[in-house]
């Protein structure tokens, strides 16, 4: 049974920073893709950093310079680092793995955490 725990969300003044992290139990192989999304009050779910099977890292345009995706293998363990927060960023933040099972693609999501940046 795989299983995503998210932890790191919270309240933060403008300007302020937070860190999520996102620790995988149970054993996933094949992994495709992972990656944070987040999903703001009325409005669509939306990824926000990834990083593909090359190790190379995307970031969306909201949130390029100011977000640091990681991984820690050792410790099955996704961070988004979020610095310069703004309320525009408030919302629940997801962490996704994406395996391949197959000639399918499966999608793993943790229950999402809590982001709020206010003064």
């Known amino acids: 049974q795989v299983q995503l725990v998210e932890s790191g969300g919270g309240w933060v003044h403008p300007g302020g920073s937070l860190r999520l992290s996102c620790v995988g139990f149970?054993?996933?192989?094949?992994?495709?893709?992972t990656s944070w999304h987040r999903q703001a009050p009325g409005k669509q779910r939306e990824r926000v950093a990834y990083?593909?099977?090359?190790?190379?890292?995307y970031y969306s345009d909201d949130v390029r310079g100011r977000f640091t995706f990681s991984r820690d293998n050792a410790k099955n363990t996704l961070n988004l680092q979020m610095n310069s927060l703004q309320p525009e960023d408030t919302a629940v933040y997801y962490c996704n793995v994406a395996a391949a099972i197959g000639m399918t693609v499966h999608e793993y999501w943790g229950q999402g955490t809590q982001v709020t940046v206010s003064a």
């Open positions: 990083e593909v099977r090359s190790g190379r890292t």
């Open positions: 149970g054993n996933i192989t094949d992994i495709v893709e």
